[in-house]
């Protein structure tokens, strides 16, 4: 198995990033301090009926040129939760739908008074675009199948406030269409940089051998790694990125790689379950599993608010 980098109990240092576009990069005492900051914003989360004022004043602007449930009604609960403004725009019903490009958009959005754009779009790379066109901090909310790296951080807290800080030599299989996942790509840096071991698993045309120089280990086998880790991380099959062209069938999918109740006894009695969603459920997740539990999936959502809440208190007031 490849060894990961040596691990860091580092302490939370403080920020000085204008934008957050990946994982890559992001070394440990970064990310320490936005799980300190959202150990903070975690209370107001769980338990609703206050908010903080850290951004009153400010405004934060959702630019989703692709579709989102989770991510983009949790920024805007988080900018919520810190009493910033919050302004919605979707590339259908804006005017990218008449040709303006994402970054005559994003720029005008910013003329507004903006303080923070959080942007998604299907292409690679459009955040990092944009961000080198405006003054105001961006962060990705998802681009292509780049990364989406609040999902990786809010991965990880989840994952350190279930195993405790310290995730040095803990197993995490990541299973499913690897190839076309943004979100694996943020988990392999951030949890390389702390020290975990990543397993991607996969049937070969989702999860090629070539992925190994991510510094992960590649298995077509999952009924053999589950027995090794800590946790598993079940990924959807994204058919809008033609993921559907690469499994010869669906029934041939489950066969191999879905996280079956049969499936889930070959895990160690601590091991969790964690999927970013949308879940296809009874494709590569059923139903039993991912409400049994194992599963810490609604943790993780709750969990991305609190995420949510630290990037943009961070980015905006530092
Ligand atoms: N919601 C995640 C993303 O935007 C995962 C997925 O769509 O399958 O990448």
Known sequence: MNQAPAPAAAAPR??????LLSLEGVCAAEMQRVFAEAERCLPLVMAPGRKFDDLAGHCVANIFFEDSTRTRNSFTRAAQLLSADVIQVSGEGSSTSKGETEIDTARNIEAMGVDALVVRHSSAGVPRNIADHVRCGVVNAGDGRHEHP?????????????????????RIAIVGDIINSRVVR?????LRTLGAQVIVAGPPALAPASLGALGVEVSHDLDAVLPLVDVVMMLRVQFERLAGQSIASTHEYRDGYALTERRTRLLPEHA????????NRGLELDSEVADGPRSVILRQVTH???IRMAVLKLIIAG
């Open 14 to 19: 403080p920020w000085t990033r204008r934008h």
């Open 150 to 170: 609040t999902q990786g951080l809010l991965d990880i807290f989840t994952l350190q406030r279930h195993f405790g800080p310290d995730l040095a030599g803990r």
């Open 186 to 190: 943020s988990n392999i840096f951030g």
């Open 272 to 279: 969790v379950v964690m999927h970013p969603g949308p879940i």
């Open 304 to 306: 991305g608010v609190a």
